[in-house]
């Protein structure tokens, strides 16, 4: 886990420290699914005591294994995700005065400990592009036979027929075939 250590940042406000972290992680948990990583996940970045929040940035880096939407081949994805969390204690939306402000989108801090790790994750996965795609001219697979475009060209007719004369051409096949 990527935990950082911030018991004496806390009682500094204006401090920073900078961290650097590296840690084997076998997959990444989305809603469709484990995607496999494939290189160690990588972290640095500093965080900053603004008197408010403990504000961190930085960025995440690894190699995916993904499986291209067109073809459905297997390829490595290096990505580098940035990363910008804010963080505060159980009194979250307070500041050391004790007054109140506004602010959504705070993570919990308990302890002296900031757990890096959801937030890499959502990182990477905000990172991951939208359609996969093992190279950016693949050619997908043949929507007829299966065969992977991109190793070899079946020998599928791929002539579109418009469906209204689909009968027409069947019928056609079927003379050629009486004779």
Known sequence: MVKIGVGD???RPGGEIEFKSQEKWTF???VSGNIPIVAPVRVTGRVTNTGKILLVQGQAATTLELTCDRCLEKYRYPVVAPLEEEYAGTTAGQDANG???DKVEVRPLEGDFIDLKPAVEEALIL???????????????????GQNLNESQCRCDARPVDPRLAVLGELLHKKEGEN
């Open 99 to 101: 007054e109140k402000w």
């Open 127 to 145: 990172a991951l592009p939208m359609k996969w795609l093992c190279r950016e001219n693949c050619r997908g697979l043949c929507p007829h036979c």
């Open 9 to 11: 940042l806390k009682a």
């Open 28 to 30: 990444l948990s989305t």
